[in-house]
């Protein structure tokens, strides 16, 4: 795997400031890019939330001047795969959709009520950190397909988990019913309506709904 670095500046909506960086590690830039987009999704349009992207031999020419001594703000670890296969004898459809996501990406938060499901995801479970946990979540558009992630106290590892024809139709009908009782509209309406959206527009909806949830 390769290390790309992602640098800030002063633009108030970065996750970091000016004299930080991110380190991801991931076999493609494209899949570095993918990862941070998924941590910090853009608030402006569709831009990368941050100023500049370096491979590592980029960010060592300077690495030295502009950041000697300072440690990663942020490690991230973009491993793509499947760890194990579909086991028949192991049921994930014990779950419920607890939010909507990154609405730019229109991904769905999952939440599993079965240790034995996350099991599936993460076969370690039992051994991981008590300050680490798994999140699942289901992208909708353009492809429905699920991404979950082991998140550790000092970096994130993302996986894709390949749906069979079952668990897609299982997620598909909970996010329909999810939304029909949310946003009164179908899975399919939502993510027109999402579409005809500029990116600042959702990150206004999204503003407002943190003040409404704030204030209650």
């Known amino acids: 795997m390769n290390n790309y670095y992602f640098t800030f500046g002063t633009n108030e909506h970065y996750p970091y400031g000016i004299n930080d960086y991110v380190e991801i590690s991931?076999?493609?830039?494209?899949?570095?890019?993918?990862m941070f987009?998924?941590?910090?999704?853009?608030?402006?349009?569709d831009f990368l939330n941050c100023a500049f992207v370096y491979s590592e031999k980029e960010f060592n020419s300077f690495r030295d001047k502009y950041y000697k001594g300072v440690l990663p703000a942020e490690r991230l670890v973009a491993t793509q795969g499947r760890l194990v296969d579909y086991k028949d004898n192991i049921d994930i459809s014990d779950c419920d959709i607890n939010d909507i996501g990154d609405e730019l990406s229109l991904d769905f938060g999952i939440e599993m009520w079965n240790d034995e499901a996350y099991k599936v995801l993460y076969p370690d479970l039992d051994n991981l950190p008590d300050d680490a946990w798994v999140n699942f979540y289901i992208e909708a558009h353009p492809d429905f397909k699920a991404i979950f992630f082991v998140d550790y106290?000092?970096?994130?590892?993302?996986?894709?988990?390949?749906?069979?024809?079952?668990?897609?139709?299982?997620f598909k009908d909970k996010i329909n019913e999810y939304l029909l009782a949310k946003e009164d509209k179908s899975l399919d309406e939502f993510i027109k309506d999402v579409e005809k959206m500029s990116s600042d527009e959702i990150f206004e909806r999204n503003f407002?709904?943190?003040?409404?949830?704030?204030e209650e």
Do not use: F, K, W
């Open 26 to 34: 991931a076999n493609t830039e494209a899949e570095a890019r993918d």
């Open 37 to 45: 987009n998924r941590v910090h999704p853009p608030v402006v349009c």
């Open 153 to 170: 106290a000092d970096h994130i590892e993302q996986y894709d988990y390949l749906l069979n024809d079952s668990e897609t139709e299982m």
């Open 208 to 214: 407002e709904e943190d003040d409404i949830e704030l």
